[in-house]
């Protein structure tokens, strides 16, 4: 009881910094990067940790898998360049108790064109807001979205947005596109994501839905478009099968309740209300979750 009550202590004295120079702990980093890349990772990573208190909550082993993972895709999780993000979960026991809190893998829209591009197999590839007036329905000899653009930036981005279109066009000049309503997409997010159906009930703003409704529309629709009509690289499977998951030491891909997810682009800590865990929800589907 003594030495378990010590360890305790102990593991939560030990910051983020002090495990990375374990020795096992190095080793795994260094079977994935060496020399000056590895040193930059490192501190990189540590820089990342300390300026959000909410990831550094996580276990330490979640935090390094997800950003090795980032790594081995040659992806940054700089919130600025948004290829991916760490988030922080609450992996809850089926009695709705808080067993820990794990860092999640979370592929950002950039991440996906970025990987679609490198593939070296794509002309073209973007994804946009629409504005109202943009959509003019559907070509009657094609069943394809009909849009036209504003020409004016200002007078553009002074209107709401109804709508999301992603294109992309192959080398070999193979061609698809895809449009949703703005209502579609509000649909989607409230059928997938059990986090942004608490939000919307309890006026909260803690999903990524709620704090970047247009971010995870992008990502959307990017992967709609791509899954189904473009081409894969290993790279890209590997990255859609690990989104918003916990990789755990073997690198395994565990999927975290998407209800329990914790506000973290915050500098101070926020405190979350109490009710948040008691939520009860669905087992959510690996490849739907947070779509």
């Known amino acids: 009881m003594v030495q ?6 102990t593991n939560k004295k030990r910051t983020f910094a002090t495990y990375l120079t374990n020795d096992a702990v190095k080793n795994k980093i260094n079977q994935v990067i060496g020399g000056k890349e590895g040193v930059k990772f490192i501190a990189n990573l540590i820089s990342l940790v300390s300026n959000n208190p909410a990831i550094s909550e996580c276990e330490h082993g979640t935090i390094l898998s997800s950003a090795l993972l980032g790594e081995s895709l040659k992806l940054s ?6 290829h991916y993000y760490i988030v922080p979960f609450k992996d809850n026991d089926k009695n709705g ?3 820990r809190i794990v860092a999640t893998f979370q592929l950002g829209y950039k991440g996906y064109i970025q990987l679609a591009m490198r593939s070296g197999n794509y002309k073209d590839l973007d994804v946009i807001e629409i504005r109202e007036g943009e ?4 070509d009657k000899s094609t069943g394809k979205a009909v849009i036209e653009f504003i020409e004016d930036d200002e007078e553009r981005e002074s209107l709401p947005v109804v709508g999301y279109f ?3 066009e192959l080398l070999n000049g193979f061609k698809k596109s895809l449009y949703w309503s703005k209502t579609k997409m509000q649909n989607h997010a409230e059928k997938y994501s059990q986090a942004y159906r608490t939000d919307l009930k309890k006026n909260w703003h803690y999903s990524f839905w709620s704090k970047d409704f247009d971010g995870m529309a992008f990502k959307t629709m990017l992967r709609q478009l791509i899954s189904k009509w473009g081409i894969l690289s290993v790279e890209f499977q590997t ?5 918003m998951s916990m990789i755990n030491e073997e690198g395994q891909a565990i999927y975290v309740d998407n209800a329990n997810e914790i506000e973290a682009e915050i500098i101070e800590p926020v405190k979350e209300p109490e009710t948040v865990d008691e939520i009860k929800t669905e087992t959510p589907d690996p490849l739907d979750n947070f779509d």
């Open 135 to 138: 959509y003019k329905g559907k």
């Open 97 to 99: 108790n808080v067993k």
């Open 77 to 82: 999780p700089s919130p600025q360049l948004g």
């Open 4 to 9: 378990n009550s010590l360890t305790t202590q």
């Open 166 to 168: 992603a294109y992309f």
């Open 239 to 243: 990255a859609m099968a690990n989104d």
